[in-house]
């Protein structure tokens, strides 16, 4: 029987929220800090690993994530851009991997079966990247196999992984979703209810 890819999650969580005015990994969804949050959906999907990247605000949000099973990794050069996240995240894993998946901290519509999708359409296919969309929309998260890892490392600035995406247009894999998904959590009044 041949054994399932070893798909590593990579949760960004280093940023300053400076729109959002406070560390919003602290601010709460559903009763759980939004990190807490995206966390536990992460751990309810069959990935291997999750590592957690902290940055701005480490003092703050590292406590939310007291007890789980997952590796912190720090930048100090969070203003660097995400791509400095990216970077540290894959240095901070620590089994072989056969894929990372990227999570944003602020996207709590991501679940758990969303993330299960991602890992499956990779172990069916293979493919280089799968990515999101909603009609002509694309967004987060996003899986990259690992002969994609040194692209990713030298990424630099705050697009992530655009650049690396723009280059394989033709090795992506697209999983349908719905819009919301993408939503994110900039300013507090994203907070405000919405059908999920």
Request: charge should be positive; hydrophobic fraction near 45%; aromatic fraction near 6%.
């Amino acid at each position: 029987m041949i054994s399932p890819p070893r798909v590593v999650a990579i949760i960004l969580a280093a940023g300053e929220a400076r729109r959002f005015g406070s560390p919003k990994q602290r601010v709460l969804w559903r009763g759980e800090p939004l990190l807490r949050h995206v966390v536990l959906q992460t751990l309810a999907a069959p990935v291997q690993e999750i590592v957690v990247v902290l940055g701005a605000h480490v003092r703050l949000v590292s406590p939310l994530l007291h007890g789980l099973p997952v590796t912190l990794a720090i930048t100090h050069k969070w203003p660097q851009g995400m791509s400095e996240s990216v970077r540290i995240g894959l240095r901070a894993i620590r089994g072989e991997a056969d894929a990372a998946l990227f999570l944003l901290a602020d996207q709590p519509g991501v679940t758990a079966s969303l993330i299960e999708r991602f890992v499956h359409t990779f172990a069916t296919t293979g493919a280089a990247i799968v990515a999101p969309r909603a009609g002509k929309r694309r967004g987060n998260p996003v899986l990259f196999r690992k002969n994609l890892f040194s692209e990713l490392m030298n990424v630099r600035g705050d697009e992530g992984g655009r650049r690396v995406i723009q280059h394989h247009q033709s090795q992506i894999q697209w999983i349908e979703v719905e819009e919301h998904i993408f939503d994110d959590i900039d300013k507090p009044n994203d907070l405000m209810p919405r059908e999920m």
